[in-house]
């Protein structure tokens, strides 16, 4: 049993997928969620709605975590209503999926912008409401070190977002908050109904799996909450990977 009953997370994109699954574990295990969402409204009063269903504390703040204003308001009202912060799950995502010759200036600049970018500014403006034992733990996927089709912009975006989080790390480590990066296998969330070759992603990931099934937002939830434990204070700038074994193959 791990006890986050006290602690305060904000989890980003939190209305569905990965990181709903996160902000259910968090606040199975006593933590008073903040969940972060721009457009989906109704799933993410799905998931208060969840959260509240097993006993916790979880309440919304729409932000559009590319704008700098967006964001700040955001945190001024966590502010008002915490006034601090524990964990910090840095798991919203998005980008275009395209190949390399029909890609455009915006596209690179929204995927960095969201994958990457935020993550630096939540950090900023997160960490003057964290004490020493704080957590702070970016989500991240296996594209960051491998090619996969129509992947080229966003794969760019969390190689940036893991790179960040070890310099992050260096500067934080001194103030007693771990940062890390989970970087998921290959997970059937809504963002992989958007490739246009989902069906061969998840057949590759099922071949070469050796624990013989898919990575579940569960999986990555489990991570999360062992990362946000006092068992986890010395795993501190690493990218852990849960995927089943898939990267060993090579």
Not at 188 to 203: G, H, S, V, Y
Not at 212 to 227: I, K, Y
Request: some cysteine.
């Amino acid at each position: 049993m791990i006890n986050l009953h006290g602690k305060v997370a904000l989890v980003t994109g939190g209305s569905r997928g990965i990181g709903r699954a996160i902000a259910l574990e968090l606040a199975r295990q006593g933590a008073e969620v903040i969940i972060n969402y721009v457009r989906h409204h109704n799933r993410a009063r799905e998931t208060v709605e969840a959260v509240q269903a097993i006993g916790g504390t979880c309440h919304m703040i729409r932000a559009n975590l590319a704008n700098a204003d967006s964001l700040s308001a955001m945190f001024a009202e966590i502010r008002e209503r915490h006034q601090h912060l524990d964990i910090l799950i840095s798991n919203a995502a998005s980008g275009i999926l395209k190949p390399m010759e029909e890609l455009k200036v915006k596209h690179w600049d929204w995927a960095m912008d969201i994958n990457a970018r935020a993550l630096l500014f939540l950090v900023q403006q997160g960490t003057p409401l964290m004490q020493a034992g704080g957590r702070i733990i970016a989500i991240s996927s296996i594209g960051a070190v491998r090619a996969i089709p129509n992947y080229t912009v966003v794969g760019a975006s969390k190689a940036a977002l893991e790179s960040l989080v070890r310099h992050l790390a260096v500067e934080l480590g001194p103030r007693g908050i771990t940062v890390n990066t989970i970087s998921a296998g290959v997970v059937d969330t809504d963002a992989l109904k958007k490739f246009p070759n989902r069906e061969e992603l998840i057949r590759a990931s099922m071949e070469r799996t050796p624990l013989g099934r898919m990575t579940t937002p569960e999986d990555v939830a489990d991570v999360v909450l062992l990362l946000c434990s006092k068992r986890a204070a010395m795993i501190h700038g690493q990218v852990l990977l849960v995927d089943g074994g898939y990267a060993i193959h090579g």
